[in-house]
């Protein structure tokens, strides 16, 4: 996993990219890595925001990201299909 608490904003809002891309192209599936590693970027690009906008913006992937991780947790599966920001 990268660590992203020696990233720039710039840096970390490229990672942000990057994160959504790897996402789209595992199909939309979020695996227990991936959640990790999404939660690590987004909890430093919030700490980082200096608009509300980006704090709303990593605010909310953060909540989606940190239910994904529960419903991933609970349900003790490998993989949660995302699709549309919603579980199915």
């Known amino acids: 996993m990268t660590d992203h608490s020696s990233m720039s904003k710039y840096e ?4 942000m990219v990057k994160f ?4 789209a192209a595992n199909n939309g599936k979020l ?3 991936l959640i990790k590693e999404g ?3 987004y909890t430093e ?5 200096n608009t509300p906008e980006l704090r709303n913006l990593s605010q909310s992937y953060l909540k ?4 994904e991780k529960s419903l991933l947790v609970e349900s ?5 299909k995302v699709q ?3 579980s199915l």
Do not use: K
């Open 12 to 15: 970390l809002l490229e990672e």
């Open 20 to 23: 959504q891309e790897r996402v």
């Open 31 to 33: 695996t227990l890595p």
């Open 39 to 41: 939660i690590s970027l």
């Open 45 to 49: 690009l919030f700490e980082q925001a």
């Open 64 to 67: 989606h990201l940190r239910y």
């Open 76 to 80: 003790n599966d490998n993989v949660i």
């Open 84 to 86: 549309f920001g919603r």
